[in-house]
């Protein structure tokens, strides 16, 4: 996907600044202890030590090892200080002040709470304004307990303000009943509390206060929150109270009633005061405002702790009371208007997403510094290669390493990097250079055969280099020879792109190709079903007619004026039918081989051939196949002759190419490869349900490594009406590097635009032929597992008989000996293959990565995104060798272990109820809770044994960005933009509870597309959309808007336009009405709801993830 327009330049999220040391904290008048200023850069900013400077209005925290929030910085409005007593790890989220405190009609005085004593630890402010206190405020709710140890960790977050000694003083803001609002350019603390994406907030500067309070919704404590204008009628007071910083779940207990005399408050840590319980909306804060959705009242309470003038009103929002309480039924009468926890107040995507996007979308990441975590793949940014690889080619779990093996198995974070070596770049940024050194070849090392790149040391003057990778010391050819500078880099350093670039190519010599000898220029034979059910469907006809055009669209290299591809035709039913469409022919010929349990190729000269030469014949071939099969009673087909057909006439021809193959069914008829139908729903749920998943037989296997072996690459294009075995047909295109697209029920009228699309693309993408990929790593890490669709036959070497673009490649690294915190870690991805032009090419891509001592860097070095990548990859194998619930319970333990580890030995001391996550894990369950949900490892009644296989093997070569919209759904509203604005209207959260009846919204996952129309939308809107008066008119189950001439209709035809852009595979429009039949699909991707098949909640995840880690901690 393509995330990468230019923006404009901005300041890299979190640089240091000069001037700010330790911070004496003596807020009503007790003394706290000095907090140094940490070493360590933010977290997903520039390292320390590389600078850039920011432009002016923007404000920057002093460096801490504290992990501030993925994103928050903030432009400071012109006229306010650069510096608020906020760094950046801290929120501020309130007015600024000028109102008097105001107190919240309770009947318990507020006491000031004892302070608690602060925890020695580097924290992410900034001193202004008076110092922060630490005092601290829980809340239990029904099924989470939100609170705030004294000092939250130095290192990532917990689900509430920054981890800093003191939290910031961020309580709830206007209308929030556990999440603050909070500026669109300002990101929420981490904790459980963390409010909602986009909302708006005032900023204030209230003094840091650590303590920390929990969702009201089920009843709790509520703190005061700051000033915001109030709601007539309604005095709010009390001091500034922190939001709350961890959240966590008990079993649910019973509340008392709000009704009713209050009962006894809740637990308190320490000896705070204790606030009378609240309900929902019945008085006291309302909830937070959310981005993009109406909402009860335009007003906002005022609980104020910071005088400050008055406010615009947040923006309006949904009624909190009309969310569906969980188990409703199980709770005492007087109980049922409570929930156990307000949604709002936990870690959500879209707010983490428009925060990177925010933060560093606007300036180009740059890639010289070691260890750099890159933007969000959901991010648009440019990059400037200056040493390391563009995360376009690498993304790593974590970018800072264990220094052992015992720390990494402590924290149990894979160590994974998800390698697409031939990634398309946007035009803003440049291909990687081919740089050719001729006959001598690519300068490498002499024993671990690394290749040159920006990490290799020279010295002795120039005349030698060591070994980034090995160490070991290798003379300079004579031609490479170059003087150093004073620094002791080459004074060609500049000039060369394997010295100063992460990515580049070297023209390979003939040492590097199959047999000594140059490669000749790749072939596509395409391979066409023309058994009764092809014919009948039009599909026959159809792929006829575009090929006649699609042919002048082959893949060409550079400049050149007509692709080097030549192309063949073969068809097929029981039998196979060969054509020769020599240019010399007046008409073409067509030779039958019925023997297909010894497959070989009749012809050689007149098979393969130059589309310009031979147009005539191939158009005339192309007009002739449909008629010769119209009549056709044929219904049984061959699947494995076909392949060995393609690869033997590959191999005749002495050259690698692509099979296209077209096919609809079972392959029932007698051939080698015959399968027969073993689909069984009854092996759901038990120990053979792995059996689904393997191939009938180990045939195709062996097929598969035969077309490696030959740089034969299989595309499958399969049609069914049924069961067609998708797991062993696929077992051919996945282990030679091809792609499989499923077309099911086919239809012209319906499926022909998604069929098409598909096929133009897959026909003209850029493909390397013949391809071995090797990772190298510097000591103390290896390679030993890889995930993918390629061959192994070794176990360092990913043999691909093609790749492409969208491929990659997933590697697992594991330690082998001890790493040092100085020399950092060292990937090489090399891969060897062969253009679209026949040229033999190395391509490769070097990455330095951090290496650590302390758990804490780790943690605030991952990246969630490429984790649920490994992750779904890891569990996405392992369905093949164990039952899924095995599976799933592996990934939920292995969850729970990053998590619990991260809350022993890199969190502060704290309640054992609160679930503590870090900043940058922050998704992880919400991910997590995804992937456990997907059809693979739970699926519907409706999906098929087909369906699960065909997502499986997609999953495995997916990247990053594919992975993230696949498993969490991106929704967006469609009327709530003026129509005049083109930007992409704000995502909304994927769940039925943020649908609006009176609007229309888009949900896309990479591989599907809908439109939902709500049942009170309005008239025009429909009209506007479908040329129809009314919503009962619209016709359920469209696939196409129609074309109409006003803004509307072309801004939402754009947006779809533009959404099948950035995909890999065409998606199909289905529009679904609210309250149709249709409208349970659709369902089916609103991944924070409970899914009918058994899937949890978001929320309800959340509180099992919670008590598996209290399990492992106790």
Request: aromatic share 8%.
């Amino acid at each position: 996907m393509n995330v990468n327009q230019p923006a404009p330049p901005g300041v890299p999220y979190g640089q240091p600044q000069p001037g700010y040391t330790g911070f004496q904290s003596n807020y009503g008048g007790q003394p706290g202890p000095m907090i140094p200023p940490s070493p360590y850069g933010a977290y997903n900013g520039p390292m320390p030590g590389y600078q850039q400077l920011p432009p002016p209005g923007m404000p920057r925290a002093p460096p801490s090892s504290g992990t501030p929030p993925a994103s928050t910085t903030a432009r400071v409005p012109s006229g306010q200080s650069a510096y608020g007593q906020f760094g950046q790890g801290d929120v501020q989220n309130g007015p600024s002040s000028t109102v008097q405190m105001q107190r919240p009609p309770v009947s318990q005085p507020f006491v000031p709470a004892p302070v608690a004593p602060l925890v020695n630890q580097p924290a992410t402010f900034q001193p202004y304004g008076p110092p922060p206190t630490s005092s601290q405020l829980t809340t239990q709710m029904a099924g989470m307990q939100i609170s705030g140890p004294p000092a939250p960790p130095a290192s990532g977050l917990t689900y509430g303000p920054p981890p800093t000694s003191m939290a910031s003083a961020s309580g709830n803001f206007p209308g929030s009943n556990l999440y603050s609002s909070y500026p669109q350019n300002l990101a929420p603390p981490t904790s459980l509390a963390q409010p909602h994406p986009g909302a708006q907030t005032p900023q204030h500067s209230a003094p840091p206060q650590a303590s920390s309070f929990p969702p009201s919704a089920a009843g709790g404590p509520r703190p005061p929150s700051i000033a915001g204008p109030s709601i007539p009628g309604q005095n709010f007071g009390g001091p500034p109270v922190s939001q709350s910083n961890h959240a966590s779940s008990p079993p649910p207990q019973a509340q008392p009633p709000m009704s009713g005399p209050p009962g006894p408050p809740p637990p308190m840590h320490s000896s705070q005061p204790g606030y009378q319980l609240q309900q929902n909306g019945s008085f006291g804060p309302a909830r937070g405002t959310q981005p993009n959705y109406g909402g009860a009242y335009s007003g906002a309470p005022n609980f104020a702790s910071q005088p400050g003038p008055p406010q615009p009103p947040p923006p309006k929002r949904l009624d909190p009371d009309s969310i569906p309480s969980p188990q409703l039924n199980e709770l005492p009468p007087q109980q049922k208007t409570r929930h156990r926890i307000d949604p709002d107040a936990i870690p959500s995507p879209i707010q983490v997403i428009e925060d990177d996007r925010n933060n560093r979308g606007s300036e180009p990441f740059v890639t010289a510094a070691r260890g750099q975590v890159p933007p969000l793949v959901t991010t648009n940014f440019l990059v400037k290669d200056q040493g390391n690889a563009s995360p376009r080619y690498i993304r790593c779990t974590s970018y800072n390493i264990p220094c052992t093996s015992d720390m990494a198995k402590q924290a149990q974070v894979p160590l994974a990097a998800v390698i697409k070596p031939l990634a398309r770049l946007p035009p803003e940024e440049a291909s990687p250079y081919v740089v050719d050194h001729g006959e001598a070849g690519p300068v490498r090392c002499n024993r671990c055969k690394a290749y040159m790149c920006p990490f290799m040391q020279f010295i002795e003057g120039g005349r030698r280099f060591q070994c980034c990778f090995c160490s070991c010391v290798t003379e300079v050819p004579p031609q490479y020879f170059q003087h150093l500078d004073h620094t002791g880099k080459r004074v060609d350093f500049y000039d060369r792109p394997e010295l100063s670039l992460g990515s580049y190519e070297f023209l390979a010599t003939v040492d590097y190709c199959k047999n000594n000898k140059f490669p000749h220029p790749p072939a596509f034979i395409f391979m066409i079903d023309v058994s009764y059910n092809a014919v009948r469907s039009g599909l026959v006809k159809l792929l006829c007619e575009e090929l006649k055009s699609l042919l002048d669209f082959l893949p060409r290299e550079g400049g050149a004026e007509e692709s080097a591809v030549r192309v063949g035709f073969v068809t097929y039913n029981k039998v196979l039918h060969f054509y020769n469409v020599k240019s010399s022919l007046a008409q073409p010929q067509m030779m039958v081989v019925s023997d297909v349990a010894d497959m070989f190729v009749p012809l050689l000269d007149g098979f393969l051939v130059n589309v310009n030469e031979s147009r005539t014949v191939i158009t005339s071939l192309l007009d002739q196949i449909p008629e010769m099969f119209a009549d056709t009673r044929e219904t049984e087909t061959v699947f494995a002759p076909v392949v060995q057909a393609g690869m033997e006439a590959l191999k005749a021809a002495e050259c690698p190419g692509k099979l296209f193959l077209f096919h609809t069914s079972l392959p029932i008829a007698e051939a080698p490869g015959k399968l027969k139908n073993r689909d069984d729903r009854k092996l759901l749920n038990t120990d053979k349900e792995k059996t689904l998943f393997q191939p009938q037989t180990g045939f195709y296997q062996s097929l598969a490594k035969e077309c490696v072996a030959q740089g034969c690459c299989v595309d499958l294009f399969l049609f069914p009406n049924q069961y067609v075995d998708v797991a062993t047909l696929g077992v051919v295109p996945h282990h030679t590097g091809g792609s499989i697209y499923k077309y099911a029920c086919f239809q012209v009228e319906s499926d022909q635009e998604r069929f098409l699309s598909d096929l133009r693309r897959d026909v003209q993408k850029d493909v390397g032929f013949d391809a071995v990929m090797r990772v190298r790593t510097s000591t103390g890490i290896r390679a030993t597992d890889f995930f993918g669709a390629f061959y192994m036959s070794n176990t360092t070497d990913v043999e691909l008989a093609g790749l492409d673009g969208d491929k990659t490649v997933t590697v697992e690294f594991k330690h082998d000996d001890r790493l040092s915190e100085d020399s950092g870690a060292l990937i090489q991805c090399a891969l060897l293959y062969t253009s679209c032009a026949g040229q033999r090419r190395l391509r490769i891509h070097n990455l330095s990565l951090n290496c650590c001592t302390q758990l804490a860097d780790l943690y605030r070095n991952c990246e969630t995104d490429t984790l649920i990548n490994y992750l779904a990859k890891f569990a996405y194998r392992g369905v093949l060798s164990s039952p899924v619930k095995t599976v799933r319970d592996a990934l939920i333990s292995q969850c729970a272990q990053i998590l619990a580890c991260y809350r022993k030995n890199c969190a502060s001391p704290s309640s054992a109820g609160q679930l503590i996550l870090p900043e940058c894990m922050k998704l992880l369950p919400v991910y997590l809770n995804c992937v456990l949900k997907s059809d693979v490892l739970q699926p519907g009644a409706e999906v098929t044994t087909d369906d699960r296989a065909y997502v499986r093997q997609l999953v495995t070569s997916m990247d990053v960005a594919e992975t993230n919209v696949f498993f969490y759904p991106r929704l967006l509203p469609l009327t709530k933009v003026p129509v005049e604005n083109n930007a992409e209207p704000p995502a909304v959260r994927a769940s039925e509870e943020r649908l609006s009846k009176g609007d229309v919204y888009l949900l896309e996952n990479g591989l599907n597309l809908f439109l939902w129309v709500g049942a009170s939308v309005q008239q025009s809107v429909v009209q506007s959309l479908f040329s129809v008066p009314s919503f009962s008119q619209i016709n359920s189950g469209l696939s196409a808007l129609p074309v109409l001439e006003n803004p509307l209709s072309k801004r939402v035809r754009d947006l779809i336009d533009g959404f099948r852009a950035q995909r890999s595979r065409y998606m199909k429009l289905i529009v679904v009405k609210q309250e149709d039949k249709l409208e349970m699909l659709f369902k089916h991707f609103l991944v924070e709801d409970k899914s009918l098949n058994g899937g949890a909640s978001y929320v309800d995840f959340l509180c099992h993830m919670h008590k598996e880690i209290r399990q492992l901690l106790s």
